[in-house]
């Protein structure tokens, strides 16, 4: 079954050698690939301006994804790209090569395992610490209970990353509409739609005290974070969380409908 394997991809990934770094660090990726450096930021001060950074590190599981090809091309310092190929083995970079053969979202401990290696590798044991199947499982069908028949929306601040994991897999897993939103921003604008804010399922992931302000404004399920353990058992719930929508909705998480076609269409564009 999908994501029960999580803890054998951890410790696998352990063995993949990466390069040190310093400096000025940024992270870029798309999709399934490039969530892993918002979560990475709650333990990291990733820069956010990729031009004036010493290190661009690029995820990208296939290595052919457009967007990102452009951002290594067009960045002028060093660039390490975490890929299990593609186009991007082929350009004059610093590769951590992983396995491939899955689906990106399938593969999150293969991409975000190096990341922790380089980046904070005293964090590295607590990724595997974190995953539990069946207790990860129980608090999916609890959240799947609460946003059934609603239109589900994460929110969070340091751990905004994991807010939009959620947010991706039920998109993906379920084809069924589910959003993201940023504290404190949504403070000062998206919390008045809960006036009318019916058919949304509210989840706050809460690492301090302005999480839990927005999370009683909108009387939203509260799910608390502390360490780089509670965020490795939350991605693997949102696994299973998404395949209770697919099961749901009667539809097959490892397919996808739209997201080809769209990158089809990105990839004849001129930018």
């Given amino acids: 079954m999908l994501y029960e394997d999580w803890k054998e991809q951890y410790v696998s990934s352990l063995s993949v050698d990466v390069p040190s770094v310093s400096g000025e660090v940024s992270c870029f990726g798309m999709g ?22 010493d290190t661009l590190i690029v995820l990208s599981y296939s290595g052919n994804t457009s967007e990102t090809l452009r951002v290594m091309k067009e960045f002028k310092g060093r660039v390490i790209a ?15 090569l992983i396995k491939g053969g899955l689906q990106p979202r399938f593969a999150f401990p293969q991409l975000f395992t190096p990341l922790v290696k380089m980046l904070r590798p005293d964090l590295v044991n607590g990724l595997i610490e974190g ?13 799947f209970s609460y946003i059934r028949d609603k239109i589900p929306v994460f929110y969070g601040s340091t751990f905004l990353g994991v807010a939009k994991r959620f947010k991706q897999e039920i998109n993906e ?16 604008n ?10 949304l399922a509210p989840v706050v992931f809460a690492g301090n005290k302005l999480d839990e ?18 965020v490795s058992f939350l991605i693997q719930t949102a696994g299973f969380l998404s395949l209770e929508v697919a099961r ?6 490892t397919l996808l409908h739209k997201i080809p076609e769209g990158r089809k269409q990105v990839e004849r564009l001129d930018f």
């Fill in 32 to 53: 399934g690939s490039g969530v892993a450096c918002e979560i990475m930021r709650a333990f990291y001060p990733l820069n956010k301006d990729i031009k004036n950074s």
């Fill in 213 to 230: 302000v927005t999370s009683k404004l909108i009387g939203a399920k509260t799910v608390r974070i502390e360490s780089i353990r509670d």
């Fill in 131 to 143: 995953i539990d199947n069946e207790r990860a499982k129980a608090l999916a069908k609890e959240l």
């Fill in 190 to 199: 998206e919390v008045e739609g809960y006036v009318h804010g019916e058919r």
């Fill in 82 to 96: 975490i890929t299990s190929g593609g186009k991007i083995s082929e350009l004059n970079v610093e590769k951590v």
């Fill in 248 to 253: 749901e909705m009667n539809e097959d998480p």
């Fill in 173 to 188: 897993n379920g084809k069924y509409p589910a959003f993201f939103g940023e504290i404190p921003e949504v403070n000062h």
